[in-house]
């Protein structure tokens, strides 16, 4: 087989994927193979930022270890629109519904521009006053600002490229919205050095092997970047791109879901389906987000190091479970088509089969971070401390891996069915009930392990907790007509 075979075998057009027939394991790897690479491109946006950022200073680093997790809880308040939207489309199109699942897209698309238009408003008032709640130092509260405010104007841009993936993975169609990112993160990476160094003592310059009479033309420009806040602008640019993009491809609809300019005029009764549906999944994303945000209160305590450490940590986390995340989609997806056609058994049947394949998988994937955990580290800084500290932070989380698989392929099961409530109080639980006291505690007593140690323990605990409510618990399947009916987690056979 030459190398077109094999990448037209791996990547298979929703056309061509039956996901409601036959076995379970296939239909799954191809719909997430896709969605693996495209959430892997969408971590090397942050992954650009903080590699050049270290470069810049630790203040830099620090900076940005502040505002990812704030970036995080903007887009995880209007999260619930865009699950909400891939749910009804993914269920509309396991029944055969193609025009309710066009205007599941297209309401889909207009509420998520309110949400982020007001969010974005919000987090451009207010970044200074939360920078205050959470103490952040003097030297790092301006760069953390600035970046803050060119992101939320952009928020619009950013969180609409997000529901474009969204409903295209509610359709089955995950290789166009993969090639999409594709194009958005060169160019982000692209223009990360230069806006953030300007032409003048570019660090890329060195990497590429220019100097002499190159750079001394390029100096000449006189721009000087503009550090933290060119990281911003290089990601607004390049989501804007983005987004316009996706929006075309959906308005043509011939790849993928479409959306009719004339469906997107609000619609309030569909704005209620969005409210039950998407306030739990909102509540889940806000839960994750903010259990960062407060451990940040508990860290901004200790120096820079450890809030370098911590950014990084995160980072290498996003890298790590991006591709579990990506699986979980799959399998949110898979659920949704299946008890849109009316397969109880079959949807059931793929989240275990998800749950064991994560668990493998992210298991062995620990075992090599714990034991190359300080190479990993020195990929983003050459500062000792941090380096040391960072590695720290690994070696306790990397061999609970396996059990946030878990937590993430039932997530998943429970969205696609709808049922976003119990996704959320798993969420909850864990990180909220869980491991921020443990944090909270811990920092006090054993200093920066305490904090670290309690993300092994929360870990350790959600996954059984998803496990158990899954298996013994009840999960609905509301149908598209209103009305709902139960299937008993016990009620399904082998896995596939």
């Known amino acids: 087989m030459n190398v077109r075979e094999h990448l037209e075998t791996i990547f298979v057009s929703p056309e061509e994927l039956d996901l409601t027939t036959g076995g379970i394991a296939k239909p799954l790897v191809y719909l997430s193979i896709p969605l693996i690479i495209t959430n892997l491109l969408q971590v090397a946006y942050n992954l650009a930022d903080t590699f050049w950022l270290g470069q810049h200073s630790t203040t830099a680093l620090a900076a ?14 209007a999260l619930g629109v865009s699950v909400a939207g891939s749910v009804l489309v993914a269920q509309h199109t396991g029944a055969g519904n193609d025009r309710e699942a066009e205007y599941a897209a297209s309401q889909t698309v207009t509420y998520s521009i309110i949400a982020s238009v007001v969010l974005g408003g919000i987090g451009y008032l207010f970044i200074e006053d939360v920078l205050a709640v959470l103490g952040t130092s003097d030297d790092v509260a301006p760069l953390v600002t600035a970046y803050m405010e060119v992101y939320s104007l952009g928020l619009v841009a950013v969180f609409g490229f997000l529901v474009f993936l969204a409903l295209m993975r509610g359709y089955g169609d995950t290789v166009t919205p993969m090639l999409v990112m594709f194009g958005s993160v060169v160019l982000n990476i692209v223009l990360d050095p230069f806006l953030i160094f300007g032409f003048e003592n570019n660090p ?5 092997g220019l100097g002499g009479l190159e750079a001394e033309l390029l100096a000449s420009t006189g721009y000087a970047g503009s ?21 075309a491809i959906m308005f043509r609809g011939t790849h993928g879901v479409r959306i009719r300019l ?11 389906r969005f409210v039950d549906i998407g306030t739990p999944a909102s509540i889940e994303g806000t839960a994750r987000a903010l259990s960062i945000n407060l451990l940040l209160v508990i860290i901004a305590s200790f120096p820079d190091t450890v809030v370098a450490a ?11 479970f991006l591709p579990a995340i990506a699986f979980s989609q799959g399998i949110e997806t898979m659920t949704g088509q ?20 994560l668990f493998v998988a992210l298991t062995g994937l620990g075992v090599i971070v714990f034991a190359v955990a300080d190479p990993i580290v020195s990929v983003f800084t050459s500062d000792p401390a941090v380096v040391a500290e960072g590695a720290t932070f690994l070696r306790f989380t990397a061999l609970t891996f396996g059990f946030m698989g878990v937590v993430r392929a039932y997530s998943g099961g429970f969205r696609g069915a709808g049922k976003t ?6 969420s909850v639980l864990t990180l909220g009930v869980i491991r921020f006291p443990l944090a909270w505690v811990g920092s006090s007593v054993m200093g920066s392990t305490g904090i670290w140690l309690s993300f092994t323990i929360s870990t350790l605990i ?14 609905a399947d509301p149908d598209l007509d209103g009305r709902s009916g139960a299937v008993s987690g016990e009620s399904v056979g082998a896995d596939d």
């Open 64 to 77: 940005i270890s502040f505002a990812f997790p704030m970036v995080f809880f903007l887009i995880a308040l």
């Open 421 to 426: 409530l119990i996704a959320a109080a798993i």
């Open 310 to 320: 911590f950014g990084i940590g995160t980072r290498v986390f996003s890298v790590i």
């Open 227 to 247: 550090g933290v806040a060119g990281a911003a602008i290089a990601t607004v640019f390049s989501r804007t791109l983005a987004f316009a993009v996706g929006l």
């Open 462 to 475: 959600g996954g059984c907790i998803a496990y158990a409510w899954f298996r013994w618990g009840t999960w």
């Open 338 to 357: 299946n008890i849109g056609a009316g397969n109880l058994d079959r949807a059931e049947r793929t989240n275990h089969f998800g749950a064991k394949v």
């Open 204 to 208: 890329l310059f060195g990497y590429l």
């Open 262 to 272: 004339e469906q997107l005029r609000p619609d309030l009764e569909y704005a209620r």
